[in-house]
T-cell receptor, first 114, second 114 residues
Framework: DSGVTQTPKHLITATGQRVTLRCSPR?????VYWYQQSLDQGLQFLIQ???????AKGNILERFSAQQFPDLHSELNLSSLELGDSALYFC?????????????FGPGTRLTVL | AQSVTQLDSHVSVSEGTPVLLRCNYS??????LFWYVQHPNKGLQLLLK??????LVKGINGFEAEFKKSETSFHLTKPSAHMSDAAEYFC????????????FGTGTRLQVTL
């Protein structure tokens, strides 16, 4: 158990809908990262927040957005869903160790868009 | 830009025999390198990391990896495979100054047979 929690575990929805994925980082971690894992794209970095502020952006679609709240939990919002958005979405949090940021991953949310 | 190449998409070994999972990296800077493991329907677990200290890195569950700058490699090894090692393994690179964005390899599926 990494200490990172994600809810829900599974989500099934229809095209055009909007969903929210939630992540609680490890205690004391200020950074939260979101990743998407799909069969055709592999594991891709989406976005990072640090202490409430956006820090880095990866291959995140404009239909997707995220935020980090004062209690440091984060939410990933996916809107106008398409079939291709079906994937496993991971959240990770990090603590600086020896000058290197080590990321610890949650169990993921499996999103199925029908 | 940073990247990693996992040279084998699938490796099959017999229980009790050595494991070798190969990874080459490309980075403009001195990278941090990681190996993560993903068991079926599970999240990503950190196996080990290299952070420019010792070039031979020991991880959990008997795995280790050696950083070879001249070969730009970071291969993962284990002396004796166990059935529980069957999983997907990801080689990952992170560069300083990129807000710790991780770039994942495409993964190597390790099969362990009796």
């Amino acid at each position: 158990d990494s200490g990172v929690t994600q809810t829900p575990k599974h989500l099934i929805t229809a095209t055009g809908q909007r969903v929210t994925l939630r992540c609680s980082p490890r205690s004391g971690d200020l950074s939260v990262y979101w990743y998407q894992q799909s069969l055709d794209q592999g594991l891709q970095f989406l976005i990072q927040y640090y202490n409430g502020e956006e820090r880095a952006k990866g291959n995140i679609l404009e239909r997707f957005s995220a935020q980090q709240f004062p209690d440091l939990h984060s939410e990933l919002n996916l809107s106008s869903l398409e079939l291709g958005d079906s994937a496993l979405y991971f959240c990770a949090s990090s603590v600086v160790q020896g000058g290197t940021d080590t990321q610890y991953f949650g169990p993921g949310t499996r999103l199925t868009v029908l | 830009a940073q990247s990693v190449t996992q040279l084998d998409s699938h490796v099959s070994v017999s229980e009790g025999t050595p494991v070798l999972l190969r990874c080459n990296y490309s980075s403009s800077y001195s990278p941090s390198l990681f190996w993560y493991v993903q068991h079926p329907n599970k999240g990503l677990q950190l196996l080990l990391k290299y952070t420019s200290a010792a070039t031979l890195v020991k991880g959990i569950n008997g795995f280790e990896a050696e950083f070879k700058k001249s070969e730009t490699s970071f291969h993962l090894t284990k002396p004796s495979a166990h059935m529980s090692d069957a999983a997907e393994y990801f080689c990952v690179v992170s560069e300083p100054g990129t807000a710790s964005k991780l770039t994942f390899g495409t993964g190597t599926r390790l099969q362990v047979t009796l």
